[in-house]
């Protein structure tokens, strides 16, 4: 797997632009939404390094740069939309139980069912882990690494799914997504 676009920044890194590390993280990657071209891009299509669109049922959604980030239109009669955000190498290198992955995101959507879905790939297996998609749409999800097999968290790929159910006609307006690794609390 390639490494995405974005913003990527490690704890060793000096450089000063975007957004800080959040305390005690190691690795952080903004999406990097700005880079996303006007389209209605068929199911699996890259919108950016790193993102992807899938969809089923249903016209195929627009996709546009606005309001401070992306705007995406799901076609009438669709039974779900998903962005696939994808982990660079770094963000899996050295993954252990001691660490949680975060999700800082601020979208506005309209669909009666919205999930955030990380998927951890080792060989021929998928750990999924689902978490609700905060009800404002603005916050942050987690995804604790505790609980999963010893073996996932030596994957060879992962990505994180923004999963929308039967998406209302409505843009979904996506300003912020950006991924960090921290060290989970010990006690």
Request: proline residues 11%.
């Amino acid at each position: 797997m390639t490494r995405p676009g974005g913003v990527f920044r490690r704890a060793a890194s000096r450089r000063p632009e975007g957004p800080p590390l959040p305390h005690g993280a190691d690795w952080l990657w903004q999406v990097p939404l700005a880079e996303v071209a006007a389209a209605r891009p068929a199911s699996g299509m890259t919108l950016a390094p790193g993102l992807r669109l899938f969809f089923e049922g249903g016209d195929a959604p627009e996709v546009a740069p606005g309001d401070g980030g992306l705007a995406v239109t799901p076609g009438a009669g669709l039974a779900y939309l998903s962005l696939a955000i994808d982990l660079a190498p770094e963000a899996l290198r050295g993954l252990s139980r001691d660490h949680l992955l975060r999700l800082d995101l601020s979208v506005r959507v309209t669909a009666p069912r919205s999930t955030v879905r990380l998927n951890l790939r080792h060989g021929p297996n998928v750990e999924q882990v689902v978490e609700a998609l905060p009800e404002s749409g603005d916050g942050a999800v987690e995804f604790d690494m505790w609980p999963l097999p010893a073996m996932v968290l030596q994957a060879d790929a992962g990505w994180i799914d923004l999963i929308l159910e039967r998406p209302a006609p409505g843009p979904l307006l996506i300003r912020e997504l950006t991924l960090s690794r921290l060290p989970r609390a010990r006690f």
